[in-house]
């Protein structure tokens, strides 16, 4: 199968994982997005159109390439979900306690949001760059039901994998159209996180001024 070595290393994973397509099928098509699960710089983007491109081929049906990195999703987010349970809810508040710039109250306050949006968070992340991934863990910190959360991330994966495979299976050699437009989207996320970072520092940097000029703020 047609890789895209150019000699850097996230292509030359990309080229391994996506040899197991070639050795076991559309078992090693799932296998692959479940490790894109697990680590998030291996594009899923790159992935499924090559597995479409190898349905399309002949080497598997188009039913299997979406059914299998289907469930590769669902088996990967499930990892991450035991992650999140497994650090729970005071884990993390105790870890928060420790951080530079970090409240307790960030943490209660995200817990909070996610309790109320939850599912959409969960079903909506599952087509967002970088957050296809770490949606799962806050999933696991709130213990979201775990047939709700299969639910929803097996139709959010279903939407996405599908439409990049079924790229992969039409556009044939050309499905690096799909991948650059697919870039651009996850340098829109990078950016905005980035951005709200910053700005989140700035604004505690400052409260944390403020505070240390008025100590009756802290008393407060």
């Given amino acids: 199968m047609t890789t895209t ?3 850097s290393w996230l292509s030359s994973l990309v080229d391994a994982v996506v040899g197991l397509m070639d050795v076991i099928g559309p078992v090693g098509a ?3 997005i479940a490790l894109e699960n697990l680590f998030p710089p291996l594009p899923s983007e790159a992935i499924l159109p090559m597995a479409g491109l190898a349905a399309s081929r002949g080497a598997f049906t188009l039913a299997e390439a979406i059914i299998w990195t289907t469930l590769g ?3 990967g987010a499930l990892a991450l979900y035991g992650l999140g349970a497994w650090l729970g809810l005071r884990r993390l508040r105790s870890i ?3 951080m ?3 409240k307790v109250e960030d943490v209660d306050r995200t817990v909070a949001w996610f309790d109320r949006h939850g599912g959409k968070a969960v079903f909506f992340g599952r087509m967002i760059p970088i957050f ?4 799962s863990i806050p999933a696991g910190v709130v213990r979201m039901p775990l047939w709700r959360f299969g639910l929803l991330t097996l139709a959010g994966s279903l939407i996405w994998n599908t439409a990049f495979v079924l790229a992969g299976f039409y556009l044939g050699e050309a499905w690096h ?3 650059t437009y697919a870039d651009i989207l996850q340098y829109v996320v990078i950016a905005v996180v980035a951005i709200a970072i910053v700005w989140f520092i700035v604004v505690r940097v400052r409260h944390l001024s403020v505070d240390h000029r008025d100590p009756e703020s802290d008393a407060a």
Wanted: aromatic share 0%.
């Fill in 5 to 7: 070595s150019d000699g």
């Fill in 30 to 32: 799932g296998l692959a």
């Fill in 73 to 75: 999703s669902i088996v």
């Fill in 96 to 98: 928060a306690s420790r």
């Fill in 100 to 102: 530079p710039l970090i």
């Fill in 132 to 135: 296809r991934s770490l949606i």
């Fill in 177 to 179: 159209i799909v991948e």
